[in-house]
């Protein structure tokens, strides 16, 4: 699906705006104030940040259409893509993300920690979004495998969860094959 592929960059876009964006507004506001152009680049980072996330409510959509359609292979490669390949994005986020707020919190002697769940519930937002379409393909596999033992409810719920999503995603689909298998 070309809207995941799309949602995946916008994520990998979006860590490397939170890096580049706050990094050259502290090293430009320093020395010469709060110019227009910094003003209008922080505007673009906020910007760039509701597309990714609009983007990725685009995907869930597309991921809930091709459920609906049985397009399981296109699912299945869509939620694999987002849960295989966001790896190094979620790694390498926490770590910068931890660096950067604990020295911001630290320096603004603990003022600004008000400020520290915005980049966590963007983050969330993220996780919950590909976990909407490991959602649709267990839905798609228990209605497919119906009655030949279903993959365990638990599974929704650790789709959501970071670090347990991606071994939820590795059993179901370990799972999903065998029965797929069995079948043909």
């Known amino acids: 699906m070309k809207s995941a592929k799309i949602f995946l960059a916008g994520m990998y876009l979006h860590l490397l705006l939170s890096i580049v964006v706050p990094g050259t507004i ?3 506001g320093a020395s010469t104030g709060w110019a227009n152009n910094l003003i209008w680049l922080l505007i673009f980072y906020l910007l ?5 996330l609009l983007i990725g409510w685009i995907s869930v959509g597309m991921a809930v259409v091709a459920y609906r359609k049985s397009e399981a292979e296109k699912l299945r490669k869509s939620w694999k893509l987002l849960k295989y390949a966001s790896i ?11 660096c950067v707020w604990f020295l911001l919190v630290g320096a603004s002697r603990g003022i600004l920690i008000i400020l520290v769940p915005i980049p966590i519930l963007i983050t969330c937002t993220m996780v919950f979004q590909s976990g909407c379409f490991g959602w649709c393909y267990i839905r798609y596999c228990n209605k497919q495998f119906q009655g030949k033992g279903n993959i365990s409810s638990i599974h929704y719920c650790l789709q959501v969860i970071p670090v ?5 995603t590795f059993i179901v689909d370990k799972k999903c094959r065998e029965k797929s ?3 043909f």
């Open 181 to 183: 298998d069995m079948l």
């Open 48 to 52: 760039m940040i509701g597309v990714v």
């Open 88 to 98: 190094p994005f979620y790694v390498l986020n926490f770590v910068y993300s931890f």
């Open 26 to 28: 502290l090293k430009s």
């Open 164 to 168: 347990l999503d991606i071994m939820s």
